[in-house]
């Protein structure tokens, strides 16, 4: 079934910036009634906040710190959509000094922040049958070796957001799986992408996603070369019915 954005209150983690920031303006001109705007630098949205008034609030939140986001969560109970976009990558490799702490770090933000704001918000989105958006990468499908640890770790939370949509779908909550690939983002230029989409690719195709009622978003021309040659698994093994096997 289609879901609109229309008259819904959103919540966006790692507003203020890049992806996040396209996110929380796209929902705006799409008729979101409110959107928090979920940060840990609660200073660094006084551009949203300058342009939208009383359309957006900002909360502080730490993904990676679980009461943080439980007291997010008890600030926000009439949220109908969150979408989980905070994320990190410290590009290491497979073999070296520093691939264990940054595949911890990694793990932390892009694995446990997910875990973090799914069981804190679950409660709101089965009340309002709401929808829950996970930002995911190309790389969560195959792994790029010099960005390893990233990969591993958005290979984790794909699979945890499957999970999720297999839980919360039969309470009337959409889950959305976004992969992305090369983003023109702080991300992006720090891995070292020439060729980059823009943010707002990524943005859009959550809106469609939403209203096509569909489990995977793949946003530029990139990801739509992942997404065609990964359809057919997807269909036959990650969006089927296997019944519970």
Known sequence: MSYTIGNKIALVTGANRGIGKSIVE???????KKVYLAVRNTASTGELEKSYGDRVKTLRADVADKRSIQA?????????????????LASAPAIGADTEAALKNELDINLFGLLNV??????????????LVQLNSVVSIRNFSAFATYSVSKAASYSLTQALRETLAPKGVKVVSVHPGPIDTDMGAQAGFDQVAPASVVAQSILEALEKDEFHAFPDEMAKMFGEGYKSYADNFVTADLGGE
């Open 26 to 32: 796209h929902l705006l001109a799409n008729g979101a």
């Open 72 to 88: 997010l969560a008890e600030q926000a109970t009439d949220v109908d959509v969150v979408i989980n976009n905070a994320g990190i």
């Open 118 to 131: 799914a069981n804190a918000f679950a409660p709101a989105l089965e009340q309002n049958k709401g929808a």
